[in-house]
């Protein structure tokens, strides 16, 4: 999609990244193997941004295989970033929304009616910071959920664009730095979700389904906090951002 981007890495890890991508677009994190997933990184990358004078920044997973425009049920592949600037504009609409993203592709059926975002929810994977965030990465488990309901219980908003999707390598298929230190030694994840629950308890249930243990959170309360518009906006015509659809 030619986007310049930086791949974070613990330095027991770099030489091999390096190989592959070169060390240009390498960012070597000055600790290594602490045991707690990818809770440091995700701190550090937080940390770094504020020192760059940033207003926000994108964290993405590492095991994310390309996006999607859903548009009139159809969800063709994009090949430019161009969906990230308009993620970002439309997040910079309101005042009170800490974090944005793109959903999953797989969650977003072309059989279904969906709208362009879905506020007040989870957001996985794909996400887009704002720098005075609150809150630090925590935990070990379920780190998206829980940032997104400490963001939600603290009063603010979250949007979720089902408009722009990602797709994501199903977890633990792929081999990764999380792939022992997280996903090595679980019981079918019940302890993810017991661990979720167990920081909200309100929120959080743990439910069994499709052979594992899952988390089942309640957003609903959520729901009635509404989007403040930093000014009014003129809805006057539809912006694609020079995006067309080619047939290839």
């Not at 926000?56 to 425009?69: A, V």
């Not at 990602?166 to 298929?173: F, S």
């Not at 499709?210 to 959170?217: E, K, M, P, Q, T």
């Not at 989007?227 to 020079?242: F, M």
């Amino acid at each position: 999609m030619e986007v310049p981007f930086k791949i974070v890495v613990e330095p027991q890890e770099f030489s091999l990244y390096a190989e592959k991508w070169g060390a240009d677009c390498l960012i070597e994190t000055p600790f290594s193997n602490l045991g707690q997933g990818s809770i440091p990184v995700r701190n550090y990358v937080l940390e770094l941004s504020r020192a760059n004078g940033d207003k926000k920044h994108w964290i993405l997973d590492d095991n994310l295989e390309g996006f999607h425009r859903l548009n009139r049920n159809e969800k063709p592949k994009v090949s430019s970033g161009t969906i990230f600037k308009c993620c970002e504009d439309f997040t910079d609409r309101f005042s009170n929304v800490l974090i944005s993203g793109m959903n999953y592709y797989s969650f977003c059926k072309t059989t279904d009616s969906v709208p362009p975002f879905t506020k007040n929810t989870r957001i996985y994977s794909c996400i887009l910071i704002d720098n005075s965030i609150p809150f630090k990465w925590r935990g070990k488990y379920n780190e998206d959920t829980d940032l997104s309901l400490r963001v939600l219980k603290a009063g603010f908003c979250t949007i979720l664009f089902n408009a722009f999707l990602v797709g994501k390598v199903t977890t633990q298929r792929m081999k990764g730095g999380n792939t022992e230190d997280v996903y090595g030694d679980t019981d079918n994840r019940r302890e993810f979700a017991e661990s979720l629950q167990r920081q909200h308890p309100e929120y959080v249930k743990v439910v069994w389904k499709f052979n594992r243990w899952h988390h089942s959170v309640n957003y609903k309360p959520f729901k009635s906090v509404e989007l403040i518009e930093v000014e009014p906006v003129i809805r006057c015509k539809v912006d694609n951002y020079g995006m067309k659809l080619i047939e290839l």
